[in-house]
């Protein structure tokens, strides 16, 4: 479904990646693991055309996409909910739901109803301001938004961050529900636990680089990963 070959990024003058490559298959959900810097946001700003590459490819379906602007990346069937959420604080969770939705014919597609039966706590805060929901009820809120623009592809950055564990216990499984139902998730994490526990396959980058990749089953006990992500 997705495939980054050979990027490389900057700010300004700065070369953040390096010759950046990974692939996501349908139904799969694919990790990007390191630690804090490492250049998992930069690589998923990368691909949703919000910090183009200066070099290299990102292909959707097969269809060249590079440098594609974010609104036509989300018609195209890519959700992304970044770290800081970026929810409408002045807008109820309702509103924030309502202002992304993306309606698609057929019964598996994203309501607001079916949203709310993923994220039962949200349907309680319908009509409560985004601004007043906490950080964990925020990411929440952050990822119901993305899922209302029927996505085929979700990019996750760092959607753990911060949060206490219960709040991380509660993501874990609505991620794997998501990956239940078949959506394709490309997951950009430092939580090494929380992450592998979910995924199919990985990628561990370090400034800027991938430094290694293979099957989950094969990272769990690979010393070199837990070295990169900082543990």
Not at 133 to 139: D, M, R, T, V, Y
Not at 149 to 158: A, G, I, K, M, S
Not at 161 to 176: C, H, Q, S, Y
Not at 178 to 200: I, R
Request: aromatic share 6%; proline share 6%.
């Amino acid at each position: 479904m997705l495939e980054v070959k050979g990027i490389h990024t900057y700010y300004g003058i700065s070369h953040i990646l390096f010759n950046v490559s990974l692939k996501v298959k349908k139904g799969q959900v694919v990790c990007l693991l390191g630690r804090n810097g490492a250049g998992k946001t930069t690589t998923l700003r990368s691909i949703m055309g919000l910090t183009p590459p200066a070099r290299g490819r990102v292909r959707l379906n097969g269809e060249d996409v590079t440098g594609c602007a974010p609104y036509l990346l989300a018609r195209k069937g890519i959700g992304y909910v970044p770290d800081d959420r970026r929810i409408f604080a002045d807008l109820t969770v309702g509103e924030n739901l309502e202002i992304a939705a993306r309606p698609v014919p057929g019964p598996e597609a994203w309501t607001k109803a079916r949203v709310y039966d993923l994220f039962p706590p949200l349907k309680v805060m319908d009509s409560r301001r985004g601004g007043l929901l906490s950080g964990g009820e925020q990411k929440l809120l952050a990822i119901a938004r993305a899922l209302m623009t029927n996505p085929q592809l979700l990019l996750l950055d760092e959607p753990t961050e911060g949060l206490a564990p219960i709040m991380v216990k509660i993501f874990e499984e609505r991620i794997r529900r998501l990956k239940e139902l078949g959506l394709t998730v490309l997951l950009a994490e430092q939580n090494l636990k929380f992450t592998l526990g979910l995924s199919d396959y990985g990628y561990i980058i370090d400034n800027g680089r991938i430094r290694c990749e293979g099957p989950v089953a094969e990272l769990v006990d690979n010393e070199e990963v837990r070295k990169l992500c900082g543990l």
